[in-house]
Nanobody, 127 residues
Framework: QVQLMESGGGSVQAGGSLRLSCAVT????????MAWFRQVPGKERDWVAI????????DYSDSVKGRFTISRDNVQNLLYLQMNSLKTEDTATYYC????????????????????WGQGTQVTVSS
């Protein structure tokens, strides 16, 4: 059973930074591709950043490219999202998600491909 738990959310002013963490409980973390999604009430859950199981490949949505960085620690079973130059439109609940690399869907931008989800952490950016 794979369990994910996010932390690090909070309130920050526009232009500030936050780092989200996701602790993953699984024996073979390096066999899971990971992602960050975000969601605001009444809207779909959108992908933010994705990273391959070994951390070699990653991608970002256009809205966060150049401001956010996804990374992972395959020894500590952690996933990170460093968020810089935050904007009010970044306000959302952020979720980490994972899928098995063997599924063939690594680096998928579709939430439907992800099997495992955390409970979410709120990020609020004020002007």
């Amino acid at each position: 059973q794979v369990q994910l738990m996010e932390s690090g959310g909070g309130s920050v002013q526009a232009g500030g930074s936050l780092r989200l963490s996701c602790a993953v409980t699984v024996d073979t973390y390096n066999k899971y591709c990971m992602a960050w999604f975000r969601q605001v009430p009444g809207k779909e859950r959108d992908w933010v950043a994705i990273i391959s199981n070994q951390g070699v490949n990653s991608d970002y949505s256009d809205s966060v490219k150049g401001r956010f960085t996804i990374s992972r620690d395959n020894v500590q079973n952690l996933l990170y999202l460093q968020m810089n130059s935050l904007k009010t439109e970044d306000t959302a609940t952020y979720y980490c998600a994972g899928l098995a690399a063997r599924s063939g869907n690594c680096l998928s931008k579709s939430s439907s491909h992800y099997t495992y989800w955390g409970q979410g952490t709120q990020v609020t950016v004020s002007s």
